[in-house]
């Protein structure tokens, strides 16, 4: 995958501090406006791997709104792979034309199969896995939000020499962990690495385990705000403010609220003095406007 990574920058974020501490957003999202972030670096490999076997076609999971998914679509039609997504909620057959990630990654040409959140539960099972090559035959198989090995070997590209020897502290939002295993495997000595997670509860602590030998690293578990995908009113008034403040959108799933809480860590004096922080933004920016979709539905403030 020859994507032009010239456009990630390292951007100050100048917020006001009795500690001296320097604050850093690395702008992942600027690869691309579906491949972004931490999507180009699980599927850069994986792409690789599939034109070594010869596959033509990617087969991979993901929900309503999911930023996987988008990408997998637009990489298929980027690199010539048939796509079919696995999608959770066999209500959302007939909602395509309302939900702009669905559509997105339709008009790339991808496949769907809806099913329901029962039968998705089964997806990793050799029975569902069995089906699936029944019905679509042979399929280079993605696993839902990327993660393996080869994701976790991109990821690892994420952080520059320059990154590495500089930054105290980098910090990352959490989904399957795959993004944050990287960054954990290719970091400096003397760093330590946060994650954020999306998702209610500390379970993917386990997950990371398998993937790293290093122990430099803790999940921030209290700004999840209430799970995947859940959001306030506060966190909606924070992601515009930030955007109104410094020019960079955040999505709501993901680095909104690892700024949210990288910002509430700071007011609490978390970081040492003279700290020098690096935050990933992963991207995921495609969500906003599905997110948008729920929130006019409910009569609440959007994402500008």
């Known amino acids: 995958m020859n994507f032009n990574l010239e456009n990630i920058k390292n951007v100050t974020i100048d917020i006001p501090n009795t500690w001296n501490l320097e604050l850093v957003l690395k702008r992942e999202d600027a690869i691309h406006d579906f491949v972004s972030g931490n999507k180009y670096r699980k599927l850069k490999y994986n792409i690789l791997e599939a034109q070594k076997e010869d596959k033509k076609t990617l087969l991979t999971f993901g929900g309503a709104f999911s930023n996987h998914i988008a990408a997998v679509a637009s990489v298929g039609q980027l690199y010539g792979f048939k796509t079919i997504g696995i999608i959770r909620g066999d209500e959302l057959e007939s909602q395509i034309h309302n939900n702009p990630t669905l559509w997105f990654a339709k008009q790339c040409g991808m496949e769907f199969r809806f099913v329901s959140r029962t039968d998705y539960k089964l997806k990793t099972t050799s029975g569902f896995l069995d089906d699936l090559k029944h019905a679509f035959g042979d399929f280079y198989l993605i696993p839902e939000g990327g993660t393996n090995a080869l994701a976790i070997q991109g990821c690892e590209e994420i952080l520059t020499k ?114 020098k922080i690096l935050a990933i933004h992963t991207g995921g920016l495609q969500g906003i406007k599905g997110m948008n979709v729920l929130l006019k539905k409910k009569n609440l403030q959007t994402i500008n």
């Open 162 to 275: 320059n990154d590495k020897e500089h930054f105290d502290f980098v910090c990352t939002a959490v989904g399957t962990g795959g993004t944050i295993s990287g960054i954990i495997n290719s970091s400096g000595e003397q760093q330590q690495i946060l994650g954020f997670p999306a998702l209610k509860g500390d379970f993917l602590s386990k997950d990371i385990s398998k993937f790293v030998t290093k122990s430099n690293w803790q999940l921030i578990t209290d700004y999840h705000f209430g799970g995947y995908a859940k959001v306030n009113s506060e966190l909606i008034s924070f992601i515009n403010r930030f955007k109104s403040d410094f020019n960079v959108p955040l999505d709501p799933v993901y680095t909104g609220k690892m700024m949210f809480g990288i910002c509430y860590l700071i007011e609490k004096g978390f970081f040492p003095k003279h700290s």
